[in-house]
């Protein structure tokens, strides 16, 4: 079975071809930072490497105080200790591979 696009020129040949990838979510990852300076580590992520490009992270919320440091078969997400807020923040990290 084909998945992905193709597009053809008006005489039949191929002018673009996705080479029959489809972006899909692999994992989703949350959890919630109670105040700065905690992290959480999350690991067993079979196959993850980010030096193929076949993968990629979202991170969610944006912010200057949260940063993500990826392994072998995970990664590490930090609220740093810089981040003065006493509130609760959510975090999500969404894994995606074509």
Do not use: C
């Not at 105040?35 to 993850?48: E, P």
């Not at 590490?76 to 990290?93: A, H, N, P, Q, Y």
């Amino acid at each position: 079975m084909a998945y992905g696009l193709q597009i053809f020129n008006p005489s039949g040949g191929v002018r673009l071809d996705t080479t029959d990838r489809v972006v899909k979510v692999h994992s989703v990852h949350q959890g919630v930072f109670t105040a700065g300076g905690q992290s959480a580590t999350v690991t067993g992520i079979t196959g993850l490497d980010l030096n193929d490009e076949s993968w990629s992270i979202d991170v969610l919320p944006i912010s200057l105080h949260i940063s993500l440091v990826t392994t072998t078969d995970g990664f590490t997400i930090t609220r740093g200790i810089e981040d003065t807020f006493l509130l609760s923040m959510f975090w999500k990290v969404i894994i995606w591979r074509t």
